[in-house]
């Protein structure tokens, strides 16, 4: 275990999660003209109504609005490209990452507004202590908002930051308002700085290959992940945890604010064209401390996700949704959830994909053009729905954090 002090600055896509994800957005043409709502079919042609509790599903050539309790699809948007979708931090709205930039949808009221940010490559979409970070892989430009400020219809008033230099990266902003950024160039990502509110460079860490992902626990710990173990940067202090394997990398992490365990994948094997992992890492922030879990089938990079005690929720290829216990490690039960299946070896190609939300479990399933909601606490399914197409990424609206 090494330890860094303020005295260099640390750059971390975490989290992931967490949770999540993840990687950068590309391919496709969806620009804006292309964008544009309309209804293929699964939507009324009436005036759009509020959705509750929405959620948004990406499919190739553009997103499904559905009810978050009856899974019901509310509306049908065409948006050419291939997509990827976060929560924006409100009650109302999704971001969604396009082959120009970071565009806001309005899920609630089924409406792509004018908010965009552009640049290429978009990536990372961060939520913390009430503010919402982007991360433009293509530029290295990170962009702070409050979430609150997106219901005037406007682009909000927000703080930016330029990287040194263009690469895959994540930023986070602390309660203080310190910013944590990651380190890299389009070849090579080494680690993480901190900035303090004026963007004055306060901590740095430069011993994070292949910083990757980020994630929060429990008393404001932020972690990023890198191909040796993980990063912790805690109350002004960087933390680095070994992991056990020369090559032991966690790339993605999903983080719980009532625990100060973090969840993260585990690979070991750097010259694999796509590992199938089967172990996952819990990370115990306080004690600084790694465990290793092995679950007994793989998963992928959207699998990963914490329920509302805390614990850790893994997708398995099973078909199963695994509860692990973030103190112990020890698998608590087992949810039945999807048909078994296998991760395609293109990241972009659609797989299981897992998104919690409260005390609900929304999975879907590809294969059979499903999706499903389950209570976490009984394991019931308390709806599902088949859809036109094929579904690939999942997320919603989630307000506060």
């Known amino acids: 275990m090494n330890k860094s002090i303020r005295n260099r600055a640390l750059t971390g896509t975490a989290l992931a999660l967490a949770v999540s994800t993840v990687l950068t957005a590309c391919g496709g043409d969806g620009s804006a003209s292309s964008a544009d709502a309309e209804a293929d079919g699964t939507a009324s042609a009436k005036p759009a109504t509020a959705v509750k509790d929405p ?37 109302d709205h999704v971001v969604v990452s396009t082959d120009t930039g970071f565009r806001v949808l309005n899920a609630t009221g089924q409406t792509l507004t004018d908010i965009e940010y552009k640049g290429a490559k978009p990536g990372h979409v961060v939520r913390h202590a009430g503010k919402t970070v982007l991360f433009t892989d293509g530029t290295g430009e990170v962009n702070v908002f409050d979430p609150a400020d997106l219901s005037s219809g406007k ?12 690469h895959h990266g994540v930023a986070i902003e602390l309660a203080d308002g310190q910013l944590l950024s990651t380190l890299g160039t389009e070849e090579k990502r080494t680690g993480a700085l901190v900035l303090d509110k004026e963007n004055k460079e306060i901590a740095r860490y430069e011993k994070c290959p292949g910083v990757h992902g980020e994630a929060a626990a429990k008393n404001e ?25 020369a090559y032991g990398r966690i790339g993605n992490q999903a983080g719980s ?6 969840l993260g994948d585990y690979k070991t094997d750097a010259e694999a064209e796509l590992e199938r992992p089967t172990r996952i890492s819990l990370i115990d922030t306080g004690k600084k401390k790694l465990r290793l ?12 996700a914490r329920g ?7 997708l398995g290829t099973d078909g199963a949704l695994h509860v ?6 020890k698998v608590e039960k087992k949810i039945p959830a999807v048909g078994k299946w296998q991760e395609p070896l293109d990241w972009q190609q659609p797989r299981p994909t897992l998104f919690v939300r409260g005390g609900t479990a929304y999975v879907s399933e590809p294969g059979k053009k499903a999706l499903h909601a389950i ?25 506060g954090h």
């Open 55 to 91: 959620l948004v599903a990406t499919f190739d050539g553009g997103l499904y609005i559905l009810d978050g309790e009856s899974l019901k699809p509310a509306k049908t948007l065409k948006m050419a490209g291939f997509n990827r979708v976060n929560p924006a931090g409100d009650e």
């Open 155 to 166: 682009k909000p008033k927000g703080r930016t930051y330029a990287s040194a230099e263009a």
């Open 221 to 245: 710990a932020i972690a990023v992940g890198c191909e040796d173990g993980i990063l912790i940067y805690q109350d002004g202090e960087f933390t680095k945890i070994d992991a056990p394997d």
């Open 257 to 262: 604010d009532v625990s100060p365990v973090l």
């Open 293 to 304: 879990v092995d679950l007994g089938t793989s998963y992928s990079f959207r699998s990963l």
């Open 308 to 314: 509302p005690q805390g614990e850790a929720l893994v």
């Open 324 to 329: 692990i216990d973030q103190d112990s490690g």
């Open 375 to 399: 209570d976490l606490e009984t394991g019931r399914k308390t709806a599902s729905v088949t859809l036109p197409q094929s579904t690939n990424e999942l997320s919603g609206v989630v307000p």
